[in-house]
Nanobody, 120 residues
Framework: VQLQACGGGLVQPGGSLRLSCAAS????????MGWYRQASGNQRELVAT???????SYLTSVKDRFTISRDNAKNTVFLRMNSLKPEDTAVYYC???????????????WGQGTLVTVSS
């Protein structure tokens, strides 16, 4: 499974952005998808996850501002980010947990990262 993320950019504090991440590749069933972020000098942190049935969870600091969603038919996950703050500045990485339909092995795939900069 390959992941392609897009949607990052420069936005002013209080603004909004929508990230998307499309998974490609056949022969696998995707389970959990989500987003991590890594700010300069910091460790990567989990921002939000969503299961194939739609159950979601969020980092406390983004809850009520960010919304994760997915389109299972298109194997795409989205992250709507509202009321952005300078501390949200980071490279955002999407990920997916998936199972090979032939071997039933569970694996993990990462997108290439998209930079979100919140600054006036």
């Amino acid at each position: 499974v390959q992941l392609q993320a897009c949607g990052g950019g420069l936005v002013q504090p209080g603004g909004s952005l929508r990230l998307s991440c499309a998974a490609s590749g056949s022969g696998s069933s995707i389970n959990v998808m989500g987003w991590y972020r890594q700010a300069s000098g910091n460790q990567r942190e989990l921002v939000a996850t969503i299961s194939s049935s739609g159950g979601s969870s969020y980092l406390t600091s983004v809850k009520d501002r960010f919304t994760i969603s997915r389109d299972n038919a298109k194997n795409t996950v989205f992250l709507r980010m509202n009321s952005l703050k300078p501390e949200d500045t980071a490279v955002y990485y999407c990920y997916a947990d998936y199972r090979d339909n032939t071997t039933f092995l569970v694996s993990h795939s990462w997108g290439q990262g998209t930079l979100v900069t919140v600054s006036s």
